[in-house]
């Protein structure tokens, strides 16, 4: 398995693939974290001699140019990060004569940012053409992009056929802490899972009964477990063809010696809406009327002690309607116990990373993935083809 540090990069153009693909408002960048995340290996490729060419995805555009997923103003803010130039090569097919040109003129030390890879059909198909001309870019391939590693695309996969390739720091770091809390955790070993669905986290919940000492289960699809547990939901949420199976996973938890946590309090409101009010309701008072939105106080209580002798802890998804702040609240208190926790800590998953942003304890906890589907994956134990590419290579 070759790393970064294995190469000589003096005078080569390193083809890094980023996951530079960032929330935006108005042509603005809104969160930054991925990119921050990706200085280590630019300055070391930088510092080491290499012609740095950066690429990345943003968005989904389907395969066609759309101005509204350009890259330019990652571009920018790539360069206020960097404190360095970085020059934008745009072309609406990623790659083209232009492009090449503007390429082989870097100099040693130099970065550039190549256009949306989405913008060419060939990248999500792993078309092994478009995979060969972006390859004919540079000499070595670094594969950086964590958040995209649960992608078998031509910049991450594809490529790696046409160039010696090895994975970036962050995708080093990234693994690092995935599979030492899963292969060898320091127990007791606590998940969390939250978000909408339990079909979504059904291979995570399988890998990790196996694992933990403690479940905790909040989100919607908690509501799933609460109904199987013949508790009213109203309104709610609920996936109604997976109350056998949460019965299923409940009976397994307690074969394994798995405590499962459900919420013991929840906020509810009549609908879910922008203005709408929520009500702290017990989860048995919860009425026909009713769509449970977050977790209430006596959840959070219940949860803090069952993962005070924690010392791994994994966190993926949210308690409620994160996006939505009468609802944050139960997520964002729950990432304020993780901080405080005397524990190995691994946060992944847009609102759950929000989330400890808005709380300000990113400093405090071990780990904040920069992988949303590719954290779960880790969760599920399953290997990546982004970073089976690389090691394969
Ligand atoms: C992500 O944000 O999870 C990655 O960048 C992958 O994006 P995708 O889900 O559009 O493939």
Redesign the pocket.
Known sequence: KKTIRDFDFNDKTALVRV?F?VPLKDGVVTGDD?IVKAIPTIDYLVENGAKVVLVS?L??PKGEYKEEFSLAPVAKRAAELLKKDVKFIPSKEVVDVKVIEEVKNLKSGEIALLENL?FVKGEEKNDPDFAKKLASLGDIFVND?F??A??AHASNVGVTEFLPSCAGLLVEKEIKYFEDALKNPEKPFAAILGGSKVSDKIGVIENLLEKVDVLVIVGAMANTFLKSKGLEVGKSLVEDDKLDLAREIMAKATENHVEIILPKDVIVAPELSDNAKGTLKKVEDVGQDDMILDIGKESLKDIEGSLSKAKTVVLNGPCGVFEIEEFSHGTIELVKILAKLDATVIVGG?DSVAAVEKAGVADKLTHIST????SLEMLEGKKLPGIEAVEEA
Do not use: K
Not at 371 to 374: S, V
């Open positions: 996951d693909n991925r995805h968005g989904r989405r992009a958040g995209t649960h992608r847009g992988g949303g589907g590719a």
